[in-house]
């Protein structure tokens, strides 16, 4: 992780579509970038092919090997094994830290409220996740979600999400009991394509990091129910 503060953190006006701003959160944690081909080493990418599907993604590093360039093709045609109705999605994902003898690690992000990213899409809509542990082995599946939109073209683009407008879902289906991310335990983080537009794709990413945006008070952005509401 590397944080960055002072000057650096001072924005400029780019020269050209090719070009990035710097920071421009007065303190921003990094907590992923991309500086070499050991960067791509913390990243696991899988598509629908391990359910027979056509889709194909991969990663390699951008211009002057200082980004991600996630790249592929999207295909919706559903395998022909009589059982699957549905297919064509591409993932990313963050490897969970592992501590001496493989002990399972987690980040702590409970000083932050906003998620912090630099990308430059072809403006296609993404799905970002954010798996925390939890307490039963019934609710490994659980995932939190939100969307994000890529504008297209040569310009990057700052993305900032606040961790409440995060939402619960669990093998693709949004849950009707919402509650909030536990930050303290985050195991990994990911992208997802699955809009059901058949062809190229491409997502570069420049950083990922946290900021902790004092304008921001929402705790939670859905609404809480009680199964048993007190009478």
């Known amino acids: 992780m590397k944080e960055i503060t002072g000057d650096q953190a ?19 944690q990094v907590q992923w970038e991309f500086r070499g081909p ?4 913390q990243w696991i990418v899988s598509s629908d092919q391990e359910i ?56 702590d992000w409970s000083t932050f409220n906003t998620l912090h990213m630099r990308i430059r899409g072809d403006g296609r809509p993404w799905m970002v996740n954010i798996s925390a542990e939890t307490y039963f ?3 490994r599946d659980d995932i939190y979600s939100y969307f994000l939109y890529t504008r297209g073209g040569p310009y990057w683009q700052d993305v900032k999400i606040p961790f409440s407008k995060f939402f619960l879902s669990s093998r693709g289906r949004i ?27 491409q997502l570069e990413i ?11 008070t ?7 129910y009680k199964r048993n509401p007190e009478v």
């Open 10 to 28: 001072r924005p400029r006006t780019p020269a050209g579509p090719g070009k990035r701003y710097t920071l421009t959160s007065p303190k921003t």
């Open 38 to 41: 050991e960067s791509l080493n």
């Open 52 to 107: 027979g599907g056509r889709s194909a993604a991969y990663i390699k590093l951008g211009r002057n090997n200082t980004t991600c360039f996630l790249y592929g093709m999207l295909c919706s045609t559903a395998p022909r094994d009589g059982e699957t109705r549905y297919s064509g999605y591409c993932t990313m994902r963050s490897k969970q830290p592992l501590g001496s003898f493989d002990r399972k690690k987690h980040y």
């Open 137 to 139: 082995s019934h609710q």
């Open 175 to 201: 849950q009707d009991d919402q509650h909030a991310l536990w930050l303290d335990k985050v195991n990994s983080i990911g992208f997802t394509l699955g809009d059901k537009a058949d062809g190229p794709f």
């Open 206 to 216: 420049d950083f990922i990091a946290l900021c902790n945006d004092h304008a921001h």
């Open 218 to 224: 929402e705790e939670f952005a859905y609404e809480l």
